[in-house]
């Protein structure tokens, strides 16, 4: 399944290292988070990584196949 995810403010090169797996564009005051999540333990273990590093999840949908 592939994700979108929209997290509050730019996150830096360093800072979006942390999700590899994801790629990541930054936009008007948002960073835009896309790619491949292979299942809910990988969703759940994305969304601690948010938390843990402090960034605000404002919007996270599944993008069709």
Known sequence: ????????????????????????VVMSGQTLLFGPI?????????LARFQSLGLRVLEMRQLPE
Not at 38 to 46: I, M, P, W
């Open 38 to 46: 292979v299942d809910e333990a990988h969703l759940y273990g994305l």
């Open 1 to 24: 399944m592939r994700y979108e995810i929209r997290v509050e403010g730019h996150m830096s090169e360093t800072l979006a290292q942390a999700f590899p797996e994801l790629g990541h």
